[in-house]
């Protein structure tokens, strides 16, 4: 599996960059063309949603966990 992959986004007016594995980048680009919204605009969702919820919770993290339950739900239960 190759290394992480850097970007960088702009979540609720401030820079940030994000570090992920490829296929997990791929995946949540699926995600965000399928919901018809950009990636920034799903990663700002996913921020939001892990805010209250977890604070203690890394974003990558959340991304990550994210791209597993909508690849999951997405292609159905092995």
Same mark, same amino acid.
Not at 4 to 20: I, N, P, Q
Not at 29 to 56: F, N, Y
């Given at each position: 599996?190759?290394?992480?992959?850097?970007?960088?986004?702009?979540?609720?007016?401030?820079?940030?960059?994000? $570090? &992920?594995?490829? /296929?997990?980048?791929?995946?949540?680009?699926? +995600?965000?063309?399928? @919901?018809?919204?950009?990636? !920034? $605009? &799903?990663?700002? /969702?996913?921020?939001r949603?892990?805010?209250? +919820?977890?604070?203690? @919770?890394?974003?990558?993290? !959340?991304?990550?966990?994210?791209?597993?339950?909508?690849?999951?739900?997405?292609?159905?239960?092995t």
């Amino acid at each position: 599996m190759p290394g992480l992959h850097k970007r960088s986004l702009v979540l609720a007016g401030h820079r940030t960059s994000l $570090a &992920l594995e490829p /296929e997990f980048w791929a995946t949540l680009e699926q +995600a965000a063309t399928q @919901r018809d919204i950009s990636l !920034a $605009a &799903l990663v700002a /969702e996913i921020d939001r949603a892990r805010g209250d +919820a977890s604070p203690d @919770r890394l974003l990558a993290s !959340a991304c990550r966990v994210f791209a597993l339950a909508w690849t999951r739900d997405y292609c159905g239960p092995t």
